[in-house]
Nanobody, 124 residues
Framework: QVQLVESGGGLVQAGGSLRLSCVAS????????MGWFRQTPGKEREFVAA????????TYQDSVKGRFTISRDNAKNTVYLQMNSLKPEDTAVYFC?????????????????WGQGTQVTVSS
């Protein structure tokens, strides 16, 4: 069992930056690939970024490439999402998730554990 707790969300103006953190407790964090997803009311949850267990591989949704960076610190059981040049369309609840599968997945169904989410609001 893995427990995930996100933090770092808030209100920011367009063009600003935020860094989200997700702290894991429970079973060995370094065994899991980690992902960030987001969801807005009335829409399906969408993939944002993912990182391999070692941190050596990452993948991003096209709309955030060049603006967002996912990273992890296995010594601190933490995964981060650095978000720069934020846009109003980035407004959503952001969730981190852990996957024990053998590949870095972009589909939510491939993730085994989820956090409760943190709200990010970008004003225009």
């Amino acid at each position: 069992q893995v427990q995930l707790v996100e933090s770092g969300g808030g209100l920011v103006q367009a063009g600003g930056s935020l860094r989200l953190s997700c702290v894991a407790s429970g079973r060995a964090f370094s065994r899991y690939h980690m992902g960030w997803f987001r969801q807005t009311p009335g829409k399906e949850r969408e993939f944002v970024a993912a990182i391999s267990w070692s941190g050596g591989s990452t993948t991003y949704q096209d709309s955030v490439k060049g603006r967002f960076t996912i990273s992890r610190d296995n010594a601190k059981n933490t995964v981060y999402l650095q978000m720069n040049s934020l846009k109003p369309e980035d407004t959503a609840v952001y969730f981190c998730a852990a996957s024990g599968r053998g590949i870095i997945a972009t589909e939510g169904r491939m993730y085994d554990y989820w956090g409760q989410g943190t709200q990010v609001t970008v004003s225009s």
